[in-house]
């Protein structure tokens, strides 16, 4: 199972993700660090989609050898999320805006998203975990 934390930089996708994994016995790829390994700083449009087919990857390994995966991305536009391909959506929207002008400028809200998340709080991860593995 592909799961898919999303939403802008700063609206606490990683702190999710950090949470969540543990629960979920999954494998957890962030954004930043997969960046980093790839040594692939490019936010221009292509090198966000490089970055969604990068991340579409790791976790189509992970899903294929039957892992519950979760990747923590900013997926600023319908085609990044759609390359991804979740299985499942987690939008963090919690935050109106990023501290990045050009990301601002491109993020198009998700039209169809599994959970919603409008304010960080100390619960959310158990209540999104507990109803990803009623399904698992």
Not at 51 to 60: F, G
Not at 120 to 135: G, R, V
């Amino acid at each position: 199972m592909k799961i898919l934390i999303m939403g802008l930089p700063g609206s606490g996708k990683t702190y999710l993700a950090e949470r969540m994994q543990p629960i979920l016995k999954a494998a957890w790829y962030n954004a930043d660090k997969v960046r980093e390994m790839a040594n692939d700083w490019d936010f221009s449009p292509d090198g966000r989609i490089r970055q969604s087919l990068r991340m579409k990857s790791l976790a189509d390994f992970e899903k294929k050898h039957g892992r519950i995966v979760i990747c923590d991305f900013v997926c600023p536009t319908f085609e990044t999320k759609n390359n991804f391909d979740p299985d499942i959506t987690i939008w963090m929207d919690t935050i109106k805006f990023g501290r990045y002008e050009d990301t601002n400028k491109m993020f198009e809200k998700p039209k169809n998203v599994d959970f919603q998340v409008t304010e960080m709080n100390d619960t959310n991860h158990h209540t999104i975990a507990k109803e990803i593995l009623k399904n698992v």
